[in-house]
C-alpha cells in the first residue's frame, strides 16, 4: 500500500513537471514572436518617416516647386490679361489716315516662355462687344447703337471675318479654339479699327473650359491717333480694390504701363514688400535691364501701349495706406 501511494505521488509529480515544461515550451515561441513583430513594426514606421523627410527635404522636391513658381499659368496673351481690371490696350498710329490694326494671340503658355507649354489641351470661347466709357460713372459699359454711329471694328481669324458696328454690337458664338498640348501652340486674331475711330472700343474676353481650371483672359482695346514727336508717357500703379486697406492683402498687383521711349525705373521698400519671382524674371529678361538693391530700370521703346503685370508679396504692411503704397511703398520714374 505503503509502494503504490509512493508510485502515485511520483507519477503526479511527473505529470505536473511535464505540464509545466510544455507551457514554458509553448509560451516561449510566443513571447519571441511578439517581439519580433514589434521590432519589424517600428522598423517599418522609421523607415517611412525617414523616406517621407527625404523626399521633402530633397532637391528634386523643391524643383517642382521653383519650377511651377517660375512658368506660370501657361494660358496667356499679348494683349489679354488674367484677373481684374479693365486693362485697355491702345493701338497707336502716326496719322488718320492709317488702319489701326493690332494682332492679339492667344497661347498655351506663359508670355516670353515658349519652350514650357501646358499639359494639357486648352478649349476656349471667345466672346467680343463694342463698349465706350462712362465718363460718370468711371466704368466701360455695352455701347448702344446710337454711340457706335458709323464707325466699325473688324475681328478675323483664318477665313472668317466679323464686322462689329450698330447693326452688331457683340459677339459669343464665332470665335473659339483648342490650343493642343504639348507643343507651343498660338492662336492669333487680327482687330482692325476704323481710320477715323471715335470713343468705340472693343472688349474681348477668352473664357477657357471649366475643367482646365485656367483664368479668364481680359481687355480692351481702343485705337488712338499718335503724331510723331508726341511725349512719351509711362506710369506704374497699383490694381487691386482701395476699398479695403492694404494691410488685408497677401499681396499686390502692380502695372507698368505706356507708350514711347524712354527708361522706366521701378523702386520698392523691401522692408514693406519683395517683388515676386516671376516678375523679377519677366523684367530682367528685357534686354538692358539692370538691378541695383531693390530697384530695376529697363528701356522701353513701344508705338504701340505696352504693359507689364508685376505681383508683389507682403513682408510688412500694417497702417500704411494706397497713398503711402503709391508715394513710398512702390515707386517709379521715367525718363525720356
Excluded at 200 to 212: A, S
Aim: hydrophobic share 35%; aromatic share 10%.
Amino acid at each position: 500500500m505503503e509502494r503504490k501511494q509512493k508510485n502515485v505521488e511520483k507519477n503526479g509529480q511527473s505529470n505536473t513537471a511535464s505540464r509545466r515544461n510544455g507551457i514554458e515550451k509553448l509560451g516561449q515561441p510566443v513571447y519571441m514572436r511578439a517581439a519580433i513583430l514589434l521590432l519589424i513594426l517600428s522598423l517599418l514606421v522609421c523607415s517611412g518617416i525617414f523616406t517621407y523627410a527625404k523626399f521633402t527635404n530633397s532637391l528634386q522636391a523643391q524643383r517642382t516647386v521653383a519650377a511651377y513658381d517660375t512658368l506660370g499659368e501657361r494660358f496667356s496673351s499679348n494683349y489679354l490679361q488674367a484677373g481684374e481690371g479693365s486693362n485697355v490696350r491702345t493701338v497707336t498710329v502716326a496719322s488718320a489716315y492709317e488702319m489701326p490694326l493690332a494682332i492679339v494671340t492667344v497661347c498655351n503658355y506663359e508670355q516670353g516662355r515658349q519652350m514650357y507649354v501646358n499639359t494639357m489641351n486648352i478649349p476656349y470661347t471667345l466672346s467680343l462687344r463694342l463698349v465706350k466709357y462712362n465718363n460718370v460713372m468711371g466704368v466701360y459699359e455695352a455701347a448702344t447703337a446710337g454711340d457706335v454711329g458709323a464707325n466699325t471694328i473688324s475681328v478675323s481669324k483664318g477665313g472668317t471675318t466679323v464686322v462689329f458696328n450698330s447693326s452688331k454690337l457683340s459677339d459669343t458664338t464665332t470665335f473659339s479654339g483648342t490650343l493642343s498640348y504639348l507643343a507651343a501652340a498660338t492662336d492669333a486674331y487680327t482687330v482692325t479699327f476704323d481710320p477715323y475711330q471715335s470713343e468705340i472700343y472693343l472688349e474681348m474676353t477668352v473664357t477657357p473650359d471649366q475643367e482646365t481650371h485656367l483664368s479668364t483672359l481680359h481687355g480692351i482695346l481702343k485705337a488712338e491717333i499718335r503724331m510723331a514727336g508726341a511725349t512719351s508717357s509711362w506710369e506704374g500703379s497699383f490694381q487691386d480694390s482701395t476699398a479695403s486697406a492694404p494691410a488685408t492683402y497677401d499681396g499686390f498687383n502692380y502695372r507698368v504701363t505706356g507708350v514711347g521711349s524712354g527708361t522706366f525705373t521701378l523702386r520698392w521698400d523691401s522692408s514693406k514688400v519683395g517683388i515676386s519671382a516671376v516678375s523679377l524674371m519677366t523684367l530682367l529678361d528685357i534686354e538692358g535691364a539692370t538691378m541695383v538693391g531693390s530697384s530695376i530700370s529697363f528701356p522701353v521703346d513701344d508705338a504701340v501701349e505696352s504693359l507689364y503685370d508685376l505681383q508683389f508679396y507682403k513682408i510688412n504692411i500694417t497702417s500704411e495706406t494706397w497713398s503711402d503704397m503709391t508715394s513710398s511703398v512702390v515707386t517709379f520714374d521715367f525718363s525720356e
